[in-house]
């Protein structure tokens, strides 16, 4: 068990109140008017601090990004290991888990969730981060794997990333519709169920596909 964390000294508190007012100015700003119109000086100006002192907290507005993605992923993290508590569980109630947080994170924060995504692809993180929610699944996965509850012959990892592609895509779609026809929560749930459960029929045989550039004979 990891040791806990010294507590902050006065200092240090006093600077982690400045940047959580700084970044909840930011959010706010952001929700209201999108990222694109939303300027340092206004963010500095609504968390009622210098310029300057946005400067020391985020190098550039980038970094907003940056620790909005950081916080959703220690978020996800939390809910995985609070679920992982339940050893009794199977692997479906805890990806369930995970969808249903994922699906709140962004339901209740509908406006920011997509003005913030909208930046995050922007800048080209999709690309340049590293695939954390990939390996939250893929820790669940192995871990059913280990009980006998996911075939042998599954890679952890491509599974998990095969469920977070499939969670980002959605969540793309979905933060830009003005009335989502489906609940978010429920979309994520069903592709959990499709890629758990497949999506062939083997109660009657798969026909036969030739290959690109043969011809089957008659």
Known sequence: MSAEPAPLGRR???KQRIRDRIYTS?????????????????????????RGTFFNYFQ??????????QARQRRLEAC??????AREDGVTVHLERCMLALAEFNETEREITSAMLQAWVKAGRPLLEEPYA??????MIEAGRERGEIAV????????????DSYLGLLYRWSQSPEPRVPLHIELREVLRIVLNGILSYARPVPYAPEPGTHSKA
């Not at 930011?26 to 100006?45: F, K, N, S, W």
């Not at 550039?60 to 993605?69: H, M, P, Y």
């Not at 012959?153 to 977070?164: F, H, K, Q, S």
């Open 153 to 164: 012959d599954i890679d952890p990892l491509r599974a998990g990333n095969i469920l977070r």
């Open 26 to 50: 930011a959010l706010t700003l952001i929700a209201e008017q999108g990222y694109d119109r939303t300027t340092v000086d206004q963010i500095a100006e609504h968390a009622d601090v210098a």
């Open 12 to 14: 240090e508190r006093s």
């Open 80 to 85: 995985m290991e609070e679920s992982m508590l």
């Open 134 to 139: 990939g390996r939250v699944f893929a820790t």
């Open 60 to 69: 550039r507005k980038e970094d907003l990004v940056t620790a909005w993605a």
